[in-house]
């Protein structure tokens, strides 16, 4: 899929939510069924990817372990604007707190 969609994809789904979560209303309602699922599906496994990855709680406040893993999360997906990646960010900080 092109990198251009999933990033305006992921910023669609996730912003302007007060708890930051994919919605999936909003893809269908911009893309249509079959490629708002499409895009849903993958905008999912992105943000889950950012949410498991590891996190040392022994060393790190919160607001420093998301902004580790954001940056590790940076350079294996480079692929991803910074937009989607402060959206992907908000929901890592919520998923962790």
């Known amino acids: 899929m092109d990198a251009d969609l999933i990033n305006e994809a992921i ?7 007060a708890i930051p979560r994919v919605d999936l209303q909003k893809l269908t309602d911009q893309y249509g069924q079959d490629e708002g699922n499409q895009l849903g599906e993958q905008v999912v496994k992105i943000v889950r990817e950012a949410v498991a990855m590891p996190i040392d709680w022994g060393t790190m406040t919160l607001a420093e ?3 580790d893993i954001m940056g590790r999360f940076s350079q294996k997906h480079p692929e991803l604007s910074p937009q989607a990646l402060e959206e992907i960010g908000r929901c890592v900080g919520w998923q962790l707190r």
């Open 11 to 17: 910023v669609t789904s996730i912003q302007d939510s």
């Open 65 to 67: 372990g998301v902004n």
